[in-house]
């Protein structure tokens, strides 16, 4: 059989189509199968690649076949550089283009325009998001997608703060901002203010962080160093939670720069002889922890100042057992038993006021109106309360409900007359719960969670979403990305709410907007329709060699 | 037969590509976040002997000339898990070895009678000595006292620990009873927290101690609860393994 001339005229676009489509069906249905199935997945897959290897007609068997492996290749090749600094990012992209690209063009012999057509296609489609990162798509679109320079033996992901502005919320976090040596040489000559000073600012000068904001503004994405006048405006818990007890966030402001860098908590004698005395880490850790808090609040408020900042505190806080602040103008003075206040929300009946306090085995709920505390409840040994905790209605406009990320998670409601009740316990020790999203006003709400394949014995986390019916979870979807951490709902631009998530291990971030494509089913229609227009090629290449031999 | 020979070496042919597919498809490594791994307990049946079990054990601990450690503290409320680690040997009256992992940073310290060094960021320097360092005399101050609350001490299943069976017993003592006696901190009593669980593991060869986990729950104002978990094992009791001797990084830094 031999194509038409109009047809070979078109055949680079069949190739570069091919090349990006066979990377996206490989990260949205070939990887799911196996995550999600295993042996049934594995199996499924088996029959895929058949089908596929058997459509192909034999005389481009070898051409298409290695095309096929030169763009996946290619893909995640790219992509498992994209997060290199820059430098050694273009050498490594160079290189493999090349490699990649004479070897296609020898092995495959499929000509060097078709080729060269899919490189480029490849590599634009890389560079505008990893292939790493093409799971979200199937549900997301990518309002931005970077990384921040970070070493994850010092902060394991991106921490996320969140400042409130005008048109939207904006986000706060770190990246790695080694100090030229002239600056080094200059910082040293005035570190002089305690018996450690310089020896932490030699120590630590490879391993210091900025503070960086990322914030939408006139319709594009802008990371910029966090202004130290806007300090003041974040909750330090935010950015040093990740390495809490065990280091000290130090803070300094050098050329308009806000930087951190952190410090034991501990020295060696005294965290030797910390571990010399384990019956009594329960207290003995209480106590480190409240040290490094104090610590950690006194070196942040003197940042502040010295950047001429000032702490905007949150508008109710817990001292001595008592709620206290304002609220809508009035003053707030409730004794309550726990100690933080979790969050605000309508927790015993629609469009009530209340906070949610939390102690050691303590939830209360805190009503604002009437200034009293409405429902208790105590935690048990086997069904403990962490401090993570995210709060969300389970229906549609309903009340919001506790989900606690305890080992196993689970989900708490409270009723009217303040009784807590338990509607749900995770079927498993991984699952965890990240946000509730209401993403469509018309849709019930959707609950965020990381957790592991039902089939697979593995507790590898994926990002998934339920929806909550009748004292069960019912899976929306599924995005097969793991080490998907610190995921933060974000007003990002006013009015919808969309996520920040890091990756675990690296310094990586997307936000990400819930979006409704079909991409999945797109995919595997145009998958068959593939193998069907493989299947007619075969068969008319079988009645052609037939007339021939006839 | 040729026809024959064809349809075998297409037979294998595939078979080859089905395997090559069935690896390809299989490996897919991945990032995993460490869980907390401890001993369930069930509180069903009530050991009548245990604390004196328990302080027996103890007490026979504190007469052991040598000895090694390793413990594990973890943040449990933390998403991310930071911890709290060491690994090391103790040798009465004042010999001690023992690499501390805290958060991300990583400490040797060593002693041998009144001198003491410490490794950090790659290089020894001179510490402070401590005194006694033993493990034992804390263990039977407070489980002493905890004794002393009358606290229910409970059996659960046979554990195997190291190198040998041990009884577990499981205990829930009031967190003050825990708190006040501790050394390091000076005994300071923190009001909100909750009762300790502890679970001891006493070896069934020698009825010495073995393992010791506790759970706690304790808030702090500003902070909120904090919960921790923590694993401590003991082991080579009285074997040549447990032997102090100067790191051999320290005496190459010393000479050069």
């Known amino acids: 059989m031999n194509p038409s001339k109009t047809s070979r005229r078109w055949m680079w676009l069949v190739y570069l189509l091919w090349a990006l489509f066979v990377n996206g069906f490989n990260m949205w249905v070939i990887g799911p199968l196996v995550k999600d199935l295993a042996l049934l997945g594995v199996i499924a897959v088996l029959l895929i690649i058949l089908l596929w290897l058997t459509s192909i007609p034999a005389y481009a068997r070898k051409k298409w076949i290695t095309f096929t492996v030169f763009a996946l290749l290619l893909g995640q090749g790219l992509s498992s550089v994209a997060f290199y600094p820059t430098d050694s990012r273009i050498i490594y992209s160079v290189i493999m283009l090349l490699g990649l690209f004479f070897l296609a063009l020898f092995i495959t012999k499929a000509g060097w325009r078709n080729i060269l057509v899919s490189t480029l296609g490849i590599l634009v489609a890389t560079i505008w998001l990893p292939v790493s990162e093409w799971p979200f798509l199937t549900h997301f679109t990518i309002a931005k997608e970077g990384r921040m320079s970070l070493i994850p033996a010092d902060i394991p992901a991106l921490p996320w703060a969140v400042i409130n502005g005008k048109n939207g919320q904006s986000l706060v976090t770190l990246s790695l901002a080694v100090p030229t040596k002239a600056q080094l040489k200059e910082l040293a000559s005035e570190s002089t203010h305690s018996k450690n000073s310089l020896y932490n600012l030699l120590q630590s000068a490879d391993h210091e962080y900025e503070l960086v904001q990322i914030r939408h503004v006139g319709g594009h994405t802008e990371v910029r160093p966090l202004p130290p006048r806007d300090m003041g405006k974040i909750q330090p818990w935010d950015l040093i939670s990740s390495t809490f007890p065990f280091a000290i966030s130090h803070w300094k402001v050098v050329d308009n720069h806000v930087i951190t860098y952190l410090s034991p908590t501990l020295d060696a004698e005294s965290a030797t002889s910390l571990g010399l005395e384990p019956v009594s880490y329960p207290g003995n850790f209480l106590a480190l922890s409240q040290q490094a808090w104090d610590t950690d609040m006194s070196e942040w408020q003197e940042a502040v100042t010295t950047a001429g900042s000032s702490m905007v505190l949150p508008a109710l806080e817990i001292h001595h057992n008592v709620l206290e602040g304002e609220w809508h103008g009035a003053p707030i003075h409730v004794p309550v038993k726990g100690q933080i206040v979790l969050s605000e929300g309508s927790f015993t009946s629609r469009g009530a006021h209340q906070v949610l306090v939390e102690g050691a085995d303590i939830l209360q709920v805190v009503d604002l109106n009437s200034q009293q505390v409405v429902g208790t409840y105590h935690a048990t040994l086997t069904r403990g309360l962490p401090h993570n905790i995210v709060t969300g209605p389970l229906r549609q406009g309903g009340r919001d409900a506790i989900f606690v990320n305890a080992t196993p998670a689970y989900i708490l409601t409270v009723q009217k007359d303040g009784q807590f009740h338990l509607v749900y316990t995770a079927p498993n020790d991984s699952l965890r719960f990240e946000a509730v999203l209401q993403s469509k006003p018309s849709d019930p709400p959707e609950i965020i969670t990381n957790d592991p394949s039902a089939l697979r014995d593995v507790p590898t986390r994926y990002f998934t979403s339920y929806t909550y019916r009748q004292g069960q979870l019912y899976r929306n979807w599924r995005v097969y990305e793991t080490n998907v951490v610190n995921v933060q709902p974000i007003q990002w631009v006013g009015g919808r709410e969309d996520l920040a998530v890091s990756i675990y291990g690296s310094g990586e971030y997307l936000i990400l907007r819930r979006s409704y494509l079909p991409v999945l089913p797109a995919t595997a229609v145009a998958f068959v329709l593939i193998c069907l227009v493989g299947f007619g090629l075969r068969i008319r290449e079988r009645r052609s060699s037939r007339v021939q031999s006839s | ?256």
Not at chain 2, 39 to 46: A, D, H, N, R
Not at chain 2, 157 to 165: F, H, L, S
Request: aromatic share 10%; proline share 6%; with cysteine.
């Open chain 2, 1 to 256: 037969m040729s026809s024959h020979r064809k349809v075998w070496k297409r037979a294998s042919a595939w078979g080859i590509a089905l395997l090559g597919c069935t690896f390809l498809v299989g490996c897919s490594p991945s990032i995993q976040q460490p869980l907390a791994g401890m001993t369930p307990v069930s509180f069903q049946k009530i050991a009548p002997n245990g604390w004196s079990a328990i302080l027996a054990s103890v007490q026979k601990g504190t007469q052991l000339k040598k000895y090694q450690i390793k413990s594990k503290v973890e943040v449990v409320d933390n998403s991310l898990h930071p911890y709290y680690a060491t690994y090391g040997s103790i040798q009465k009256p004042d010999k001690v070895s023992m690499s501390v992992h805290e958060g991300d940073f990583n400490i040797d310290f060593f002693q041998q009678g009144k001198s003491a060094f410490s490794f950090i960021n790659g290089h020894w320097s001179v510490a402070t000595p401590l005194s006694n360092p033993d493990v034992f005399p804390t263990y039977l101050q407070i489980l002493e006292g905890a004794a002393k609350t009358g606290a229910p001490v409970y059996l659960e299943p046979t554990q195997y620990i190291v190198d040998e069976y041990c009884t577990v017993y499981a205990v829930k003592v009031p967190a003050a009873a825990v708190e006040q006696l501790a050394e390091w901190d000076g005994g300071e009593v923190f009001s909100s927290s909750s009762p300790v669980l502890m679970t001891l593991m006493i070896g069934k060869r020698n009825d010495e101690l073995r393992e010791v986990q506790t759970t706690s729950v304790g808030s702090l104002p500003n902070i909120g609860p904090i919960e921790l978990t923590s694993t401590t094992v003991l082991f080579n009791m009285n074997k040549k393994y447990a032997d102090v001797t100067v790191p051999a990084s320290l005496v190459k830094q010393m000479k050069d």
